[in-house]
T-cell receptor, first 118, second 111 residues
Framework: ETGVTQTPRHLVMGMTNKKSLKCEQH?????MYWYKQSAKKPLELMFV???????ENNSVPSRFSPECPNSSHLFLHLHTLQPEDSALYLC?????????????????FGSGTQLSVL | AQSVAQPEDQVNVAEGNPLTVKCTYS??????LFWYVQYPNRGLQFLLK??????LVKGSYGFEAEFNKSQTSFHLKKPSALVSDSALYFC?????????FGAGTTVTVRA
């Protein structure tokens, strides 16, 4: 158990649906991240939040909308997704919340949400 | 251009044999390098990192990695592999204040 919990574990949705992914960390960390994992491709960083403020949006389409109400919770709101958005979506956290923290500290990952868009 | 490359999609070894997972990087300045492992149906777990100091870094589960500046490599090694080491391994490098991951290498250790 890494201390980072993601729900749901699996999600199937149609292209016209709206759904949300949830991430919660019990580690007292100040930075949280969303990554997209597709088979045989590098992990893609989507969003970074430091102390609840978004500090990184890695050219992610607007059909993905993150929300970070506090340092312990992170959401990814999904609407009008495409089949190519099907992937494993991973949440991670790290300690210090500085812009440097992802690059010199270890990240703690959740188990991910396996998303299928039909 | 990709900052980190894992040239092998798959590595297969017999239990008890040495295991090597290759990684090369391409960044300016001093590299910060990481290895993560992903077991089936789990998120990634940190294995080890190189920031500075000794070129040989020791990590979790008996793994180590050797930083080679001249070859811009950071290969992951384990002297004697276990069946339980079967997993997906990711190399990562700090790149312009972001962490860039490779595509991963699937390791299968057969009994």
């Amino acid at each position: 158990e890494t201390g980072v919990t993601q729900t749901p574990r699996h999600l199937v949705m149609g292209m016209t649906n709206k759904k949300s992914l949830k991430c919660e960390q019990h580690l007292g960390h100040n930075a949280m991240y969303w990554y997209k994992q597709s088979a045989k491709k590098p992990l893609e960083l989507m969003f970074v939040y430091n102390f609840k403020e978004q500090t990184e949006n890695n050219s992610v389409p607007s059909r993905f909308s993150p929300e970070c109400p506090n340092s312990s919770h992170l959401f990814l709101h999904l609407h009008t997704l495409q089949p190519e958005d099907s992937a494993l979506y991973l949440c991670a956290s790290s300690q210090s919340g500085t812009p440097d923290s992802a690059t010199n500290e270890k990240l703690f990952f959740g188990s991910g949400t396996q998303l299928s868009v039909l | 251009a990709q900052s980190v490359a894992q040239p092998e999609d798959q590595v297969n070894v017999a239990e008890g044999n040495p295991l090597t997972v290759k990684c090369t990087y391409s960044v300016s300045g001093n590299p910060y390098l990481f290895w993560y492992v992903q077991y089936p149906n789990r998120g990634l777990q940190f294995l080890l990192k190189y920031i500075t100091g000794d070129n040989l870094v020791k990590g979790s589960y008996g793994f180590e990695a050797e930083f080679n500046k001249s070859q811009t490599s950071f290969h992951l090694k384990k002297p004697s592999a276990l069946v339980s080491d079967s997993a997906l391994y990711f190399c990562a490098v700090r790149d312009d204040y972001k962490l860039s991951f490779g595509a991963g290498t699937t390791v299968t250790v057969r009994a």
